[in-house]
């Protein structure tokens, strides 16, 4: 997504500038109404931006997606179309499988024996977490390269989550396939994700590898003076008690670089929790670029 805006209403969504590498899961964050939706609306070609460009595979479609590209890429909406609400299970699976040229039957029942799904029940009487994983079955049932999941998980109970997460795993061994997952489930960002990108009222703030984040996000104690902590990169809160400094730092690795360099041991370092990094990042207390200090010529050995 190269430079892409979308106005939607009231809010304008973007500059959204983003590459997502092959066989990479990316978990799209942020708070209600932030533009995860749109992002993924955009992904699906179900909108057009109003500027920027899109390509899928390397190819923009400027005049709309080829089907023979379309059937690459699978899609769980927020909330399902109503089209196929008077068809079963396996009525709306036929109907797919037509699209979708590399439809897997196999894997389709496969799926749906696992979540338990109904398959003679129309859509419309499914309960929606059964309806959910309907969609699930079938947006993996092609073999996609591409996976969009909207909030995925809303509606599933913990066995159905568990099996999800268990089938998308499956989903990345070959390498192959492609995630961008819109959540509010920060348990899935951690167990699922190599990437995370930040949704803040319509602008996305960056792109970050979700280990990095959870590495370099640290509480600090250690003896020194109030000066030396609040000089260490990336502090965003101090507390002193006599000699013993608290610090709170979102560029853990390169603190504990200077610190190393001082003499100074550290008494305790505690991770952030995935939610506070979040609510830092938001805040635009940490930059959302890829650079990072261990990435940084002459850092390596860190
Ligand atoms: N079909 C639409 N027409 C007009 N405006 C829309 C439409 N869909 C969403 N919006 C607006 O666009 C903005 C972004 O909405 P979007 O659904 O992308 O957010 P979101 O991050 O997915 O939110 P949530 O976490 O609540 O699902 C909101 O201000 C919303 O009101």
Redesign the pocket.
């Known amino acids: 997504m190269n430079h892409v805006y979308k106005t ?2 009231d ?1 304008q ?1 973007g500059p959204i500038h983003l590459t997502i590498e092959p066989g990479y899961v990316v978990a799209l964050v ?10 993924i609306h955009l992904l699906a070609q179900l909108v057009h931006p109003d500027a920027g460009e899109i390509r899928w595979f390397g190819q923009a479609y400027p005049e709309g997606m080829p089907a023979d590209t379309r059937q690459w890429i699978g899609y769980v909406p ?1 909330h399902p179309a109503r089209e196929e609400d008077r068809l079963t299970a396996e009525a709306a699976a036929a109907f797919r499988a037509v699209w979708y040229p590399g439809w897997d039957e196999t894997r389709f029942q496969r799926l749906m024996s696992r979540f338990q799904v109904p398959p003679h029940t129309k859509l419309s009487r499914m309960s929606k977490g059964e309806r959910r994983k309907f969609e699930l079955a079938a947006a993996l049932a092609p073999h996609p390269r591409l996976l969009l999941l909207d ?1 995925p998980s809303s509606g599933l109970d913990p066995f159905a989550w568990k099996v999800m997460l268990e089938e998308l795993r499956g989903c990345m061994e070959n390498g192959k396939t492609t995630v961008m997952i ?1 959540t ?1 489930i920060l348990d899935e960002v951690k167990r699922l994700a190599d990437y995370v990108v930040l ?1 803040h009222e ?1 602008r996305m703030l960056g792109k970050l590898e979700k280990d990095h984040l959870l590495e370099n996000s640290k509480e600090m104690w250690f003896e020194g003076t109030p000066e030396e902590a609040s000089e260490l990169p990336g502090v965003i809160e101090t507390e002193s008690e006599g000699r013993l400094q608290r610090i709170v730092t979102l560029a853990a690795i390169e603190a504990s670089f200077v610190l190393e360099q001082a003499g100074i041991h550290p008494i305790r370092v505690r991770r952030l929790e995935l939610d506070d990094i979040l609510m830092h990042w938001s805040a635009g207390q940490l930059s959302g670029n890829e650079e990072t200090f261990a990435h940084r010529k002459g850092a390596e050995h860190l």
């Open positions: 939607r209403r809010r969504i942020g708070h209600n109404g932030s533009g995860k939706s749109t992002l927020e909030e819109a509010h949704m319509g």
